[in-house]
């Protein structure tokens, strides 16, 4: 079993940069992926970007794409997010997901590719 704890969310102001953390602990040899999503109040949950563990590999929301960075940091086991020029349209709350594998009925943007969750951090930016 792994476990996953967001941290780093806040109250920001438009244009704002922020970064947020994703610190994996238990079976953490079980990684093979792990991913950044979002939902807003009354949205269903969205796919931000995902990394694979070993390669670190990236893939991001096309939406998103040049303006958001992720990455890991495999001694610590953490993996980050990093937006830039925050929009008010960012404001959601962010979850850490991890997948043991790449499943072949799923994409690593949808969500049920993924095996485990973090609680959420809420991220909130004033217009």
């Known amino acids: 079993q792994v476990q996953l704890v967001e941290s780093g969310g806040g109250l920001m102001q438009a244009g704002d940069s922020l970064r947020l953390s994703c610190a994996a602990s238990g079976s953490t040899f079980e990684i093979h992926r792990m991913g950044w999503f979002r939902q807003a109040p009354g949205k269903e949950r969205e796919f931000v970007a995902t990394i694979t563990w070993s390669a670190g590999k990236t893939d991001y929301a096309d939406s998103e794409k040049g303006r958001f960075t992720i990455s890991r940091d495999n001694a610590k086991n953490t993996m980050y997010l990093v937006m830039n020029t925050l929009k008010h349209e960012d404001t959601a709350v962010y979850y850490c997901?991890?997948?043991?594998?790449?499943?072949?009925?799923?994409?690593?943007?949808?969500?049920?590719?993924?095996?485990?969750w973090g609680q959420g951090t809420q991220v909130t930016v004033s217009s």
């Open positions: 997901a991890a997948a043991k594998s790449d499943y072949y009925f799923h994409t690593p943007a949808e969500v049920n590719a993924y095996d485990f």
